[in-house]
């Protein structure tokens, strides 16, 4: 097993956070100063700002709310979800003194589901500036199927057909923690700068199986399979860069 190298952002992190819990107005009790939180208004969505200021879901989840009990804590839900299925079919002729086609389908299906819940604390703000930090469960489920399909022929004599049918297994759980900076505009509308990682044990199951047929007139035909299957499991630890984002409080 590697052992863990403390990387610059990850002290970064640890530093932040002491320093978060350290500052006077994080050790205060009292919730009467700060920003009020509205109990008309007490939930928020967050986007991401990227490129050319688009908005995208923030953290890559397909959505990411926030439910404040009061102007110092919070819960962050995020959910993220992604489905393919896909069919693909090529055809190729290639012109030889032993003319080769080729003709191949594949179909493609995959599901992927990530759930996190973080609790957020923040600080008092300062000139409507606050800092904060969350940590919560990680949550990740995957699957994936594909199975191809490819025949090919030679002056119409030998012909060849190769199946492959191969399958993802993985889930990953584990804590995802984050700091960042909040900066209040409007009464609805907050900027944020955030730091993420996660740190997570996973597991994931390849298999796979393959057969070929070769037939060639005046010989028995060939017939041969093969399977295999990989597994991998372990600790992971993903920084990630830091984000900016926009949060809508309704």
């Known amino acids: 097993m590697k052992p863990f190298l403390f990387s610059n952002s990850t002290v970064m992190i640890v530093l932040s956070v002491l320093l978060?819990?350290?500052?006077?107005?994080?050790?205060?009790?009292?919730?009467?100063?700060?920003?009020?939180?509205?109990?008309?208004?007490?939930?928020?969505?967050?986007?991401?700002?990227?490129?050319?200021?688009?908005?995208?879901?923030?953290?890559?989840?397909?959505?990411?709310?926030?439910?404040?009990?009061?102007?110092?804590k919070a819960i962050r839900l995020g959910l993220r979800l992604a489905f393919e299925d896909s069919e693909d079919e090529a055809t190729s002729n290639l012109k030889t003194p032993l003319q080769r086609n080729n003709d191949m389908t594949a179909d493609r299906k995959s599901f992927d589901i990530t759930m996190t819940a973080q609790i957020m604390f923040y600080s008092l703000p300062k000139n409507n500036v606050s800092l904060y930090f969350g940590i919560g469960p990680l949550l990740e489920y995957g699957y994936g199927k594909h199975e191809a399909t490819?025949?090919?022929?030679?002056?119409?004599?030998?012909?060849?057909?190769?199946?492959?049918?191969?399958?993802?297994?993985?889930?990953?759980?584990?804590?995802?923690?984050?700091?960042?900076?909040?900066?209040?505009?409007?009464?609805?509308?907050?900027?944020?700068?955030?730091?993420?990682?996660?740190?997570?044990?996973?597991?994931?199951?390849?298999?796979?199986?393959?057969?070929?047929?070769?037939?060639?007139?005046?010989?028995?035909?060939?017939?041969?399979?093969?399977?295999?299957?990989?597994?991998?499991?372990?600790?992971?630890?993903?920084?990630d860069n830091v984000k900016f984002g926009v949060t809508v409080f309704f």
Do not use: H
Request: aromatic share 12%.
């Open 150 to 239: 490819t025949r090919s022929s030679a002056s119409d004599t030998l012909r060849v057909m190769q199946t492959i049918d191969a399958t993802r297994d993985m889930w990953q759980m584990g804590l995802a923690p984050g700091i960042g900076v909040e900066y209040s505009i409007l009464k609805s509308v907050s900027l944020v700068a955030e730091y993420s990682s996660e740190m997570a044990y996973f597991k994931s199951t390849q298999k796979s199986s393959q057969e070929r047929e070769a037939l060639n007139p005046g010989t028995d035909a060939e017939y041969t399979t093969s399977n295999d299957k990989k597994e991998s499991k372990g600790f992971i630890w993903g920084p």
């Open 20 to 72: 978060l819990f350290r500052s006077p107005s994080f050790c205060q009790t009292s919730e009467t100063s700060g920003k009020e939180v509205n109990p008309d208004k007490n939930w928020a969505l967050q986007f991401q700002i990227v490129d050319n200021f688009r908005l995208i879901p923030f953290n890559g989840s397909t959505i990411s709310a926030q439910k404040y009990f009061s102007d110092r």
